[in-house]
């Protein structure tokens, strides 16, 4: 009988290409936002997923041997969401090693980054340091982690290589920054389906990092030379002595048909050389790498295309939506039962007396406008699916809510307990939306930041 492997992310460049490469010898779970109307594809079975639920995702690993994580800063799935790519990537991970822990699975294999050797990881980029704090989230609960490091992964369909595509195929001459003189390690997506397909259900590689990449090394200016010189192309390609983080973004955003939300973290990883480390190189299977300008010639080759997927249904989302993640400092690693009850006693005395809290003997709260009767806004605690490190509350009502059975407001402990998250899923606020974003959704960050100003006073 097959062995079920779960992919999260399957939709991506990575994740179709993984169907491809397992779907033989292993039944495939791939996990969706969307629920799957029209899969043409019998060896695939499609979940409905929603990731920011920890209930969602439990019910989507049932009976699921091994996963693969490949979710990087997911597109916003409301109207609004406040909050940074690295915090949310961050709840991702936390909810996935919950559900993954829920449903003993033997192992999570994730794709990160090549880390930088010459800095500490508060020097990092956002974009990396973001990576590596997913990799420990997703080990820090049993479940054992097998962390695939790589640098850019030359296919077709690979976002990252299609930013040195466009920017060769639209520009004659290009002048590029200092960064373009970094070293890096590419790897091709044949060898990178080669590891990961080594690594599932492979008991010398759990709980191991490794970091992937071939043996080729060159700068980025040299990737580009190459990559003109497959596509039949004369460039004129020089570089200029100067980083220039902000030009870089908008130039490769904009040239490199890229959105900025994948190319502004990714240029700011760049000021880093990326290499393999030989303590983490990958030895477990002998690799016959691809080099660079033949990885270069299967990605532009017009007959390799991504793998279909198949038809969903159009998401039947809720109007005018709000989720809102902050991380907060807990150096003294309270609780999270500490963090909400005295977020509960911190609000009032924060608005003095503009605002008052009432709760019951439940744990549930509500908190009023000066002596008004009715709550602003009304939380029901739910303890059955709370605990010391989770605490949940449903928006049961008050009158800046417009359903009283859609959303919930949670803290909880991350990595380990180094901090904290304080997160809004799924709130629809009452207030016509355009004068919510301008008070209510202000004032919302406004009080978060002064809490964790607060938190903050509490240091060893």
């Given amino acids: 009988?097959?062995?079920?492997?779960?992919?999260?992310?399957?939709?991506?460049?990575?994740?179709?290409?993984?169907?491809?490469?397992?779907?033989?010898?292993?039944?495939?779970?791939?996990?969706?936002?969307?629920?799957?109307?029209?899969?043409?594809d019998p060896d695939v079975e499609w979940r409905m997923v929603e990731l920011f639920s920890i209930t969602s995702t439990i019910e989507a690993l049932k009976d699921v041997d091994y996963a693969i994580y490949l979710i990087h800063s997911m597109s916003a799935s409301t109207r609004l969401n406040q909050g940074s790519f690295e915090d949310t990537d961050l709840l991702l991970a936390d909810n996935f090693s919950r559900a993954a822990e829920a449903n003993n699975v033997k192992q999570i294999i994730y794709m990160g980054g090549i880390l930088p050797k010459e800095v500490e990881e508060i020097e990092m980029s956002k974009h990396l340091r973001s990576r590596l704090e997913v990799e420990k989230t997703l080990g820090n609960r049993g479940v054992p982690v097998t962390a695939l490091r790589a640098g850019i992964i030359v296919g077709p369909g690979g976002s990252s290589f299609e930013m040195i595509y466009n920017l060769v195929r639209k520009l004659p001459v290009l002048v590029c920054p200092k960064w373009?003189?970094?070293?890096?390690?590419?790897?091709?997506?044949?060898?990178?389906?080669?590891?990961?397909?080594?690594?599932?259900?492979?008991?010398?590689?759990?709980?191991?990092?490794?970091?992937?990449?071939?043996?080729?090394m060159l700068t980025y200016k040299k990737m580009i030379e190459q990559t003109a010189e497959m596509m039949g192309l004369k460039r004129l390609v020089f570089s200029v002595p100067v980083f220039s983080v902000g030009f870089s973004k908008?130039?490769?955003?904009?040239?490199?048909?890229?959105?900025?939300?994948?190319?502004?973290?990714?240029?700011?990883s760049l000021k880093h050389t990326l290499t393999v480390d030989k303590d983490l190189e990958f030895k477990i299977k002998k690799i016959n790498y691809l080099s660079y300008r033949d990885s270069v010639s299967i990605a532009i080759d017009p007959k390799d295309t991504l793998p279909p997927l198949p038809k969903f249904?159009?998401?039947?989302?809720?109007?005018?939506?709000?989720?809102?993640?902050?991380?907060?400092?807990?150096?003294?690693?309270?609780?999270?039962?500490?963090?909400?009850?005295?977020?509960?006693?911190?609000?009032?005395?924060?608005?003095?007396?503009i605002i008052k809290a009432k709760a019951n003997d439940r744990g549930d709260i509500g908190f009023h406008l000066l002596n008004s009767e009715k709550p602003m806004l009304q939380l029901t605690w739910i303890p059955d699916r709370s605990d010391i490190k989770r605490?949940?509350?449903?928006?049961?009502?008050?009158?800046?809510?417009?359903?009283?059975?859609?959303?919930?407001?949670?803290?909880?402990?991350?990595?380990?307990?180094?901090?904290?998250?304080?997160?809004?899923?799924?709130?629809?606020?009452?207030?016509?939306?355009?004068?919510?974003?301008?008070?209510?959704?202000?004032?919302?960050?406004?009080?978060?930041?002064n809490f964790k100003k607060y938190l903050e006073k509490f240091k060893d």
């Fill in 1 to 40: 009988m097959k062995k079920t492997i779960a992919i999260a992310g399957a939709g991506g460049y990575v994740g179709r290409w993984c169907i491809e490469q397992l779907k033989d010898k292993y039944h495939i779970v791939a996990l969706s936002r969307r629920e799957a109307i029209d899969n043409s």
């Fill in 180 to 216: 373009t003189l970094s070293n890096t390690q590419a790897i091709s997506l044949r060898d990178t389906l080669t590891i990961i397909e080594t690594c599932v259900g492979n008991e010398e590689v759990y709980g191991k990092s490794y970091e992937i990449g071939n043996p080729e």
């Fill in 250 to 268: 908008l130039w490769v955003s904009y040239f490199g048909e890229s959105p900025k939300t994948l190319v502004c973290p990714l240029v700011e």
């Fill in 313 to 353: 249904k159009k998401l039947q989302q809720v109007k005018n939506t709000v989720r809102s993640i902050q991380r907060l400092p807990n150096t003294r690693h309270h609780s999270a039962l500490w963090v909400a009850n005295r977020y509960k006693v911190w609000l009032p005395f924060f608005f003095k007396f």
């Fill in 391 to 449: 605490q949940l509350f449903y928006i049961s009502g008050g009158w800046l809510v417009k359903r009283y059975d859609y959303g919930w407001l949670e803290f909880r402990e991350v990595l380990n307990g180094k901090y904290m998250i304080s997160a809004i899923h799924e709130f629809v606020p009452r207030l016509p939306w355009y004068v919510y974003i301008n008070t209510q959704a202000r004032a919302h960050l406004f009080v978060m930041n």
